[in-house]
């Protein structure tokens, strides 16, 4: 018994003597990354030069030399700002900045202007702080000094190496930022959730006299929104803003990507946002004013949220049939459709600007339904108890029909028309809508916007049996605008004053072929990412627009 006793003593013993596990060091939620001073430069160098502003470097280099020309700073490595949670409720977030160094002492003098001084903190050679307010704190490692106002705790800590902890950054973009959401301790996401949760629901209670219809969709909306916040906030992992713009390229490159958890339900719903082609591909074109065609698959929310828009609308036109002792039974086959359309879980859109004529606009696009026919018979009957309606203009029920698709119109009936769809459609415009066996199709313009419906008909039935091989790879949402093509609107009547100076600014920016915005938004292996390229005419523009404001300050 009593070696029992000893032994279990010693085992207690040994067991006290055994060293406590270190805490891991803390890990930043977010943070802002620049390449690096020579990166940025060379942008800024490319932006002078294809504004045709090389003056512009001069104005740099003066503002640089305010402060030293960043003497003691290592031009070829990245900089920018750590974010850390401080102790402390509600955790309040604080910035570590982190700047490279070349040289110690010059970057401190550099850092000494308007009178600053700085004293070393301590007894380490690599602390230091600043004697007036704001009293920030500094500590040098690792090549990098890191500067914090709050949260000076943070210097004691193992800090990540800049270099290593954003190479993805530093390698993919000039500039980027990045909100880390699994840094983020759970207890805190979950405080926030209920936050959210709570001021929603107090949001969502209905108001005294809102209609019934209007508070479906305010609901719908925010319950939708919610569910978002809450996939985001428990299984997101990061999200990511960057910026790269490329002299060989000739373009600028803006990233968005949303990374959830690997192997989680948002991540799996992320990467299926593809589905099955779209049936619009061949109205794809880069040389319209504007072309917008998606084809994607809902999710559940938003699935719910649709379906309540739906059930709104059609509780709003019964209502204002019923007050005027009109039948209803021409919802049921439309409300019927968009069902079955969301049930199926795929929308596939397609919205275009373009100009058939010089001055004259047309806007088309078409809708992919399940039910078509179905729709197209309750739409004609809908749209003939409407003709008697005397708020409504004129509705020419079955005005047209091309391919099997049956065309309505509604049009003004006293056929005026204001400046601004003068300036776009170059006259009065009207509605067309028209319904086949796969989709419905809308355009709004003058006389020429039936020609135009039937050509982008005929161009979807022909594509319908061989799409194009590059439909397999193509982004499941894809905007493409030249502005050039916008740009062939007349500006508005400003009597003899003439355009506005930003206009003429524009004009000559895009006076080439470089004036193109493409936008693609396709799944990733761990979330999504939307690409936005924008052609060297932007860039001019920016370089132009930032000319302008440095002549005016010279003046």
Same mark, same amino acid.
């Given at each position: 018994?009593?070696?029992?006793?000893?032994?279990?003593?010693?085992?207690? %013993?040994?067991?006290?003597?055994?060293?406590?596990?270190?805490?891991?060091?803390?890990?930043?939620?977010?943070?802002?990354?620049?390449?690096?001073?020579?990166?940025?430069?060379?942008?800024?160098?490319?932006? @002078?030069?294809?504004?045709?502003?090389?003056?512009?470097?001069?104005?740099?280099?003066?503002?640089?030399?305010?402060?030293?020309?960043?003497d003691g700073v290592d031009f070829t490595r990245p900089f920018g700002a750590l974010f850390y949670l401080d102790s402390g409720l509600p955790p309040i977030p604080f910035p570590v900045m982190y700047v490279p160094v070349e040289d110690e002492r010059r970057l401190l003098d550099t850092m000494s202007i308007r009178g600053?001084?700085?004293?070393?903190?301590?007894?380490?050679?690599?602390?230091?702080?600043?004697?007036?307010?704001?009293?920030?704190?500094?500590?040098?490692?690792?090549?990098? @000094?890191?500067?914090?106002?709050?949260?000076?705790?943070?210097?004691?800590?193992?800090?990540?190496?800049?270099?290593?902890?954003?190479?993805?950054?530093?390698?993919?973009?000039?500039?980027?930022?990045?909100?880390?959401?699994?840094?983020?301790?759970?207890?805190?996401?979950?405080?926030?959730?209920?936050?959210?949760?709570?001021?929603?629901?107090?949001?969502?209670?209905?108001?005294?006299?809102?209609?019934?219809?209007?508070?479906?969709?305010?609901?719908?909306?925010?319950?939708?929104?919610?569910?978002? %916040?809450?996939?985001?906030?428990?299984?997101?992992?990061?999200?990511?803003?960057?910026?790269?713009?490329?002299?060989?390229?000739?373009?600028?490159?803006?990233?968005?990507?949303?990374?959830?958890?690997?192997?989680?339900?948002?991540?799996?719903?992320?990467?299926?946002?593809?589905?099955?082609? #779209?049936?619009?591909?061949?109205?794809?074109?880069?040389?319209?004013?504007?072309? %917008?065609?998606?084809?994607?698959?809902?999710?559940?929310?938003?699935?719910?949220?649709?379906?309540?828009?739906?059930?709104?609308?059609?509780?709003?036109?019964?209502?204002?049939?019923?007050?005027?002792?009109?039948?209803?039974?021409?919802?049921?086959?439309? @409300?019927?459709?968009?069902?079955?359309?969301?049930?199926?879980?795929?929308?596939?859109?397609?919205?275009?600007?373009?100009?058939?004529?010089?001055?004259?606009?047309?806007?088309?696009?078409?809708?992919?339904? #399940?039910?078509?026919?179905?729709?197209?018979?309750?739409?004609?009957?809908?749209?003939?108890?409407?003709?008697?309606?005397?708020?409504?203009?004129?509705?020419?029920?079955?005005?047209?029909?091309?391919?099997?698709?049956?065309?309505?119109?509604?049009?003004?009936?006293?056929?005026?028309?204001?400046?601004?769809?003068?300036?776009?459609?170059?006259?009065?415009?009207?509605?067309?809508?028209?319904?086949?066996?796969?989709?419905?199709?809308?355009?709004?313009?003058?006389?020429?916007?039936?020609?135009?419906?039937?050509?982008?008909?005929?161009?979807?039935?022909?594509?319908?049996?061989?799409?194009?091989?590059?439909?397999?790879?193509?982004?499941?949402?894809?905007?493409?605008?030249?502005?050039?093509?916008?740009?062939?609107?007349?500006?508005?009547?400003?009597?003899?004053?003439?355009?506005?100076?930003?206009?003429?600014?524009?004009?000559?920016?895009?006076?080439?072929?470089?004036?193109? %915005?493409?936008?693609?938004?396709?799944?990733?292996? #761990?979330?999504?990412?939307?690409?936005?390229?924008?052609?060297?005419?932007?860039?001019?523009?920016?370089?132009?627009?930032?000319?302008?404001?440095?002549?005016?300050?010279?003046?």
């Open positions: 018994m009593s070696n029992f006793v000893w032994l279990v003593g010693a085992g207690s %013993l040994l067991a006290d003597d055994e060293p406590e596990e270190t805490p891991p060091p803390p890990v930043p939620f977010a943070v802002v990354n620049a390449a690096s001073v020579d990166r940025l430069m060379e942008d800024a160098e490319y932006v @002078a030069e294809a504004s045709g502003r090389p003056d512009l470097m001069d104005w740099l280099a003066e503002g640089l030399s305010y402060i030293s020309d960043l600053t001084q700085w004293k070393k903190s301590g007894t380490s050679d690599f602390r230091y702080e600043m004697v007036d307010p704001p009293h920030m704190k500094l500590r040098f490692a690792d090549g990098y @000094a890191f500067l914090v106002r709050r949260g000076e705790w943070i210097l004691d800590e193992d800090l990540p190496d800049p270099v290593a902890f954003n190479e993805q950054l530093t390698n993919r973009y000039d500039i980027a930022a990045s909100l880390r959401i699994g840094a983020i301790p759970e207890g805190i996401r979950q405080v926030f959730l209920g936050f959210l949760r709570s001021s929603t629901q107090t949001e969502l209670q209905q108001r005294d006299e809102e209609p019934d219809a209007a508070y479906r969709i305010r609901k719908a909306n925010g319950v939708s929104i919610l569910e978002f %916040l809450e996939q985001l906030l428990t299984q997101g992992d990061e999200i990511r803003i960057g910026w790269d713009a490329s002299r060989e390229k000739r373009t600028g490159v803006l990233e968005i990507m949303l990374n959830a958890q690997p192997d989680s339900d948002y991540a799996e719903r992320l990467q299926n946002l593809a589905g099955s082609p #779209t049936m619009f591909h061949a109205l794809a074109s880069d040389q319209q004013p504007l072309t %917008l065609i998606g084809s994607w698959k809902l999710d559940k929310r938003e699935q719910t949220a649709m379906q309540e828009y739906v059930l709104a609308a059609r509780e709003t036109i019964e209502q204002q049939f019923a007050e005027q002792e009109q039948p209803t039974d021409s919802l049921a086959g439309m @409300a019927d459709s968009l069902t079955a359309t969301i049930e199926n879980g795929q929308m596939d859109v397609c919205l275009q600007f373009v100009a058939p004529e010089p001055e004259k606009f047309v806007i088309r696009g078409g809708v992919k339904l #399940t039910g078509a026919r179905m729709f197209g018979t309750s739409l004609g009957q809908f749209l003939t108890q409407l003709q008697s309606h005397p708020d409504v203009g004129r509705i020419d029920v079955n005005y047209a029909e091309h391919q099997g698709v049956t065309i309505h119109r509604v049009s003004d009936k006293d056929g005026e028309t204001d400046e601004g769809e003068n300036r776009m459609f170059g006259g009065n415009p009207s509605l067309l809508v028209g319904t086949g066996t796969r989709a419905i199709w809308f355009a709004i313009g003058t006389d020429i916007a039936l020609p135009s419906l039937r050509q982008a008909i005929d161009l979807v039935q022909q594509s319908a049996s061989q799409p194009p091989p590059a439909t397999a790879n193509a982004a499941p949402i894809q905007l493409i605008s030249r502005v050039n093509g916008w740009l062939q609107i007349p500006p508005p009547d400003r009597d003899d004053r003439g355009p506005r100076p930003f206009r003429l600014m524009a004009e000559e920016a895009f006076a080439g072929e470089d004036d193109a %915005l493409r936008i693609d938004v396709r799944p990733t292996e #761990t979330g999504v990412r939307a690409r936005i390229q924008l052609d060297e005419g932007f860039l001019r523009l920016l370089g132009m627009a930032i000319g302008r404001q440095y002549d005016r300050s010279q003046l």
